[in-house]
């Protein structure tokens, strides 16, 4: 199947400093990429969906100002946690959507996942 | 946003038991994804439905979704510790994938 990785898996940055996370689709274009925020215990929570050349379209609550997502290839998104605090500590999973041969293009593949802590 | 309401929200059985989770959504859905997860790591894939009535078995869990496309159940048969983790339902809308609110399985040995 279709790859998807994160990096870091795992990060710990001081409170006020930036951080980026990348996601990466290692075997595929991924035309499509969605970020997830995950707090213990919690479902995840779709916080943006990003296509490739354009602004990410973010969902209700979610501050673009501190959470900015970049796509600016079919291989490659960021996420930059911007002044991280501690209340950003939480686990971050990125998915993505394309096109390859075999694979549907309406299915997800998600990456890893990377913990962020913020102290 | 789409809505995905999953229950029960916790569930704790005990081993051998069956069990089943629920997941609706307000709208018709394009497909409905299952997921097992632990929390801090990945999602394991366990099965997609896109047919209405379509249901699906993957060794001793059953998925099925409703024929207007809306609801799905995951059954659990003779659970095990093994099963025990979170399972999320995923709803593809087209546009946008989003998840349930999740329910958290234990199973007491």
């Known amino acids: 199947g279709a790859v998807v990785s994160q990096h870091p898996s795992w990060v710990i940055c001081k409170s006020g400093t930036s951080v980026k996370i990348e996601c990466r689709s290692l075997?595929?274009?991924?035309?499509?990429m969605f970020w997830y925020r995950q707090f213990p215990k919690q479902s995840l929570m779709l916080m943006a969906t990003?296509?490739?050349?354009?602004?990410?379209?973010?969902e209700q609550g979610v501050e673009k100002d501190k959470f900015l997502i970049n796509h600016a290839s079919l291989t490659l998104s960021t996420l930059t946690v911007t002044s991280a605090h501690p209340e950003d500590s939480s686990f971050y999973i990125c998915?993505?959507?394309?096109?390859?041969?075999?694979?549907?293009?309406?299915?997800?593949?998600f990456g890893p996942g990377t913990r962020l802590t913020v102290t | 946003s789409q809505e995905l309401e999953q229950s029960p929200q916790s569930l704790i059985v005990q081993e051998g038991k069956n069990l089943t989770i629920n997941c609706t959504s307000s709208?018709?859905?394009?497909?409905l994804y299952w997921y097992k997860q632990k929390y801090g790591e990945g999602l394991i894939f366990l099965m997609m439905?896109?047919?209405?009535?379509e249901e699906k078995s993957h060794e001793k869990i059953t998925a099925k979704l409703d024929e207007k496309k809306q609801q799905s159940s995951l059954h659990i048969t003779a659970s095990q510790p093994s099963h025990a983790g979170i399972y999320l339902c995923g709803a593809d809308t087209g546009n946008q994938f989003y998840f349930g609110t999740g329910t958290s399985l234990t199973v007491i040995p």
């Open positions: 998915s993505a959507r394309g096109l390859r041969d075999r694979i549907s293009p309406y299915e997800q593949y």
């Open positions: 439905l896109q047919k209405g009535g």
């Open positions: 075997d595929f274009q991924a035309t499509t």
């Open positions: 709208k018709t859905l394009y497909g």
């Open positions: 990003s296509n490739e050349g354009s602004k990410a379209t973010y």
